[in-house]
């Protein structure tokens, strides 16, 4: 624009910062090592910074300084001491040469855990648990006040305004000031296209008016004679502007500019402050939460196996987050029945263990009047579809143990895991078939089995046969079927402990998913 070149005008544009040569300072032995060096080998070992050109024609021996900033530091440079110019590096001594190699390469190592420890102290820093005051929103306000007050003050400005975005980014609106009347808070926002200023500076650039009266068109939001603007940004979002104002046409200088930015930086820490301390608040109140669903969850799962002779009963479950939606059971009827099932929603989280739960709630009812599990899942499935959107779906295996018999009926819904372990192998129980949930009129196929002496029925969720290793490979049926006939002999708490780990080895490192297993096992006749 024409009037970027007027006297009462001017734009400073921020510099990104650049890369530094090394100082001396920064590895007060250098000297010492360098000094050393020359009085133990006769040759001199330089440091040469990046603008003093290395010759080519005399060079022995260079190496860069490159401590993983981006840009070379400079240079080490091997000389000898009474001949510096000499033919090529192959005349240098071998070992002097490795020994600077190896000077050179320490340095770099050195320079790099110098800036690795200046960036996790920042982080440390950053770490820093926010606390809220007992009257943050007004503590806010007085801060905001302050801060502009004392910037104002600084420059010799007379007032000072904050205009920040609104949630569409097209209107600034005054959200804190110094100076200025209290009624310009119910003024309405000012449009950000009009806004010529504050654009520019949102631009990254600190405008200085030196006399708004010939610079109207820059639409300063102040009656003042001079002002200056410059944004207000985190490092990833631009909030608005930050203005100083001064009655009498004036002049800004640069370091003054600086300065304004630096509480342009603060206004935008401490509104950041404010946000993250708003989300801190209602995320510590959402874990709280989780972590007492957490807990019902997991006091609602069978931990005391019934007292039946000649059976034993164990399982185990573990979700992705706090709560998810896999989950075994079992609980005792009338007529010596034992009713054994898993279940799993699909779902992590607290989908996953609303859907659990409601599953669960269902088979534990309707099985108080159900004696043939394809009738049982009939219904359950019926209830899941009628108490939701049709948006709920599970799989689970759901069987009827004759405790006196070892007779098992069963229906399975998805695709649940069941596994006949025999002490002369093992067999697939069920097949994939369809899940709960997807429609009223499902049917399921009822299907049954007996358990003898020593035999173990295995049930476990998509979960755990879908584990995957490092390279990507399920665990599947079969090397959990094989490794626990093996160990058959074993109790049922053993064997699914036996089970769990096998999961943890095989699973690739941070890949949890829900996951649930259970055996029931029939010791004697």
Not at 433 to 442: D, M, Q, S
Request: charged share 20%.
């Amino acid at each position: 624009m024409a009037d970027t070149n007027l006297s009462y005008l001017k734009l400073y544009r921020e510099e990104l910062p650049r890369s530094s040569t090394l100082q001396r300072d920064k590895v007060g032995s250098l000297a010492n090592v360098i000094s050393a060096f020359k009085d133990l080998t006769g040759w001199s070992l330089e440091y040469l910074p990046p603008s003093q050109a290395i010759s080519t024609s005399d060079l022995m021996w260079s190496a860069p300084v490159n401590p993983g900033v981006g840009a070379t530091l400079g240079h080490f440079r091997l000389d000898s001491v009474d001949s510096p110019a000499t033919d090529g590096a192959s005349t240098a001594p071998g070992s002097v040469e490795a020994m600077a190699a190896a000077l050179d390469g320490m340095l770099n190592e050195l320079l790099r855990t110098q800036r690795a420890l200046g960036q996790r102290e920042a982080e440390l820093a950053a770490g820093v648990p926010l606390t809220p005051h007992p009257h943050e929103p007004h503590h806010l306000a007085q801060r905001l006040h302050a801060v502009l007050r004392g910037g104002a003050e600084a420059v010799g400005g007379h007032a000072a305004a904050l205009y920040l975005l609104d949630e569409a980014t097209t209107r600034l609106k005054l959200r804190a000031c110094w100076g200025l009347p209290d009624e310009r808070f119910i003024d309405p926002p000012r449009h950000l296209e009009h806004a010529l200023a504050d654009l520019e500076a949102m631009l990254g650039h600190a405008v200085v008016l030196e006399d708004t009266t010939h610079l109207a068109h820059w639409n300063a939001p102040e009656d003042f004679r001079s002002a200056v603007c410059v944004p207000v940004s985190t490092p990833t979002t631009i909030l608005g502007t930050l203005w100083v104002f001064s009655r009498e046409p004036r002049d800004f200088t640069e370091s003054q500019t600086g300065m304004l930015e630096i509480v342009a930086g603060r206004i935008a820490a401490e509104l950041e402050r404010e946000m993250l301390l708003n989300e801190a608040v209602g995320t510590a109140q959402i874990k709280r939460q989780l972590a007492a669903a957490e807990r019902i969850q997991r006091n609602q799962l069978p931990t005391i196996a019934p007292l039946l002779d000649g059976w034993d009963i164990a399982g185990w479950t573990e979700q992705a987050g706090e709560i998810g939606g896999d989950f075994y059971d079992w609980f005792c009827l009338p007529d010596g029945l034992l009713v054994v099932a898993t279940g799993s929603a699909g779902e992590s989280g607290i989908a996953g263990a609303m859907i659990a739960g409601n599953v669960r709630a269902a088979l534990r009812s309707h099985a108080q009047y159900h004696r043939d599990a394809d009738r049982l899942l009939r219904q359950i499935n019926l209830t899941l579809w009628t108490g939701s959107a049709g948006d709920q779906a599970a799989s689970l295996f759901g069987g009827l143990v004759e405790t006196a018999t070892g007779h098992i009926g069963y229906a399975s819904a998805g695709q649940p895991s069941a596994i006949l372990l025999q002490s002369q192998g093992w067999q697939s129980l069920v097949r994939p078939f369809t899940r709960l949930g997807e429609g009223p009129e499902a049917e399921f196929e009822p299907c049954d089995t007996r358990l003898r002496a020593g035999e173990a029925l295995l049930l476990f969720t998509p979960g755990c046969r879908n584990t995957r290793d490092q390279s990507g490979h399920p665990l599947g049926e079969v090397a959990l079927a094989d490794i626990l006939t093996a160990r058959l002999a074993l109790p049922a708490k053993e064997l699914v402990s036996i089970a769990r780990d096998r999961f943890e080895t095989h699973a690739r490192p941070n890949s949890r998913q829900d996951r649930a297993i259970l055996i029931v096992k029939r010791t004697n006749p």
